[in-house]
């Protein structure tokens, strides 16, 4: 084989599996017509019951329902543009064991910055770690893309941040934000090693 060949690499797609994605597509495309770009998202009782159905973990319905959201994804090349501003904000509460605080929004040209701290209010926070699958909803007239920009996390604290396109308004009348449940199947889980026997050189 030169290099000009291209390798055959080997494919069982079949006709059956032909007829199922071409359902799917179908199906998929009838659903973005009905949500018209708005959530469009099953109340809890409904995964509940589809994962007992098709015998699938109930993170897993989650993940494909929430992926089906049309332009999910954005792409700027070249960044959310200049700083503009910074909305001051003092947005607190508490839900089950942690403190979640949204401070303040930084406003881009083309999007906006929206960091939430979290803390964790149980016993020995040294000891606990915070694993954050979680996504902002936007609420409001005007339909916006978020997407997580960044996350961070150490003993019993930890932040994320969302980007938000297109930029919000700097007077957020008629706007609310919630963290709702997310989880992404395809993030990357390190593999923890314990190292704790003597070395000696």
């Known amino acids: 084989m030169s290099w000009t060949d291209p390798r055959i690499i080997p494919n069982e ?20 017509k009905l949500s018209v770009g708005k959530r469009f998202f099953p109340p809890e009782e409904y995964l509940e ?28 090349p070249d960044g959310p543009g200049a700083l503009k501003s910074v909305i001051p904000m003092m947005k607190k509460t508490v839900s089950g064991e942690c403190e979640y605080t949204l401070t303040h929004i930084m406003q881009y040209e083309l999007g906006s910055v929206i960091k939430i701290d979290i803390k964790y209010l149980g ?6 770690m915070l694993k954050m699958n979680l996504m902002l909803e936007v609420i409001s007239e005007q339909i916006y893309q978020v997407n997580r920009n960044g996350s961070h996390g150490g003993g019993g604290y930890g932040y994320i941040e969302f980007m938000v396109v297109p930029a919000l308004p700097d007077q957020l009348e008629g706007i609310e934000f919630s963290l709702v449940r997310s989880l992404d199947l395809f993030a990357y889980e390190p593999r923890e090693v314990i190292l704790n026997q003597q070395v000696d050189f």
């Open 13 to 32: 797609y079949s006709d059956e599996a032909k007829e199922i994605d071409h359902q799917l597509i179908g199906l998929i495309k009838q659903r973005h």
């Open 49 to 76: 019951q589809w994962s007992e159905e098709f015998s699938m973990d109930i993170d897993k319905v989650r993940f494909i329902l929430q992926n089906l959201k049309e332009n999910r994804y954005y792409y700027l």
């Open 123 to 128: 016993e020995n926070p040294d000891g606990v």
